[in-house]
T-cell receptor
Framework: AQTVTQSQPEMSVQEAETVTLSCTYD???????LFWYKQPPSRQMILVIR??????QNATENRFSVNFQKAAKSFSLKISDSQLGDAAMYFC???????????FGTGTRLKVLA | DAGVTQSPTHLIKTRGQQVTLRCSPI?????VSWYQQVLGQGPQFIFQ???????GRGNFPDRFSARQFPNYSSELNVNALLLGDSALYLC????????????FGQGTRLTVV
């Protein structure tokens, strides 16, 4: 069975600084997708970034980038120039290529300090 | 365009009662998924419906059921409520599969007393 592990329950970062959130996963699939979702206090999950496992190039979206290490089954999220609005729960998620479901990690609460 | 809408936003039920949660996907989206998010945990998959047919079911008891209507909206039903059913229930819609992008609603906060 696939599992997603986020080992950092909480992280803090100073405004304008850079922070990295960790995620590891376990799967025997060769074709899959990885995601980072943000859940602010409003509760709505918002897609931050998406990575296809077959792509070696790390995905980037503005201030957000990932470090995808397929052999190590690691998928970390780097947030550059952190802003107060980045404060939220961040969830790492896995899905397979023919998927109908996500497997989520337990989340990391990110605090941004002014 | 309206996003994924869920109703109600909050509700309180008594143990043993039944509840129906509703979800309207983004226009044009044919896939709807339901997740349960217990406080302090990540969302857990309950069901996915695509083109009105169940495509997948998570590890939840038969007290949980769902359906999708011709307009692609969906209902999640939970019978014989237990205290442990208290959670945020999230609905996600996507065009075809989750690999494109899934859009989530704001959820329904269910409290069972």
């Amino acid at each position: 069975a696939q599992t997603v592990t986020q080992s950092q329950p909480e992280m803090s970062v100073q405004e304008a600084e850079t922070v990295t959130l960790s995620c590891t996963y376990d799967t025997s699939e060769s074709d899959y997708y990885l995601f980072w979702y943000k859940q602010p206090p409003s509760r709505q999950m918002i897609l931050v970034i998406r990575q296809e496992a077959y792509k070696q190039q790390n995905a980037t979206e503005n201030r957000f980038s990932v470090n995808f290490q397929k052999a190590a089954k690691s998928f970390s999220l780097k947030i550059s120039d952190s802003q107060l609005g980045d404060a939220a729960m961040y969830f790492c998620a896995w899905s397979d290529s023919g998927t109908y479901k996500y497997i989520f990690g337990t989340g990391t609460r990110l605090k941004v300090l002014a | 365009d309206a996003g994924v809408t869920q109703s109600p936003t909050h509700l309180i039920k008594t143990r043993g009662q039944q509840v129906t949660l509703r979800c309207s996907p983004i226009s044009g989206h044919k896939s709807v998924s339901w997740y349960q998010q217990v406080l302090g945990q990540g969302p857990q998959f309950i069901f996915q419906y695509y083109e009105k047919e169940e495509r997948g079911r998570g590890n939840f008891p038969d007290r949980f059921s769902a359906r999708q209507f011709p307009n692609y909206s969906s209902e999640l039903n939970v019978n014989a409520l237990l205290l442990g059913d208290s959670a945020l229930y999230l609905c996600a819609s996507s065009l075809v599969s989750l690999n494109t992008e899934a859009f989530f609603g704001q959820g329904t906060r269910l409290t069972v007393v």
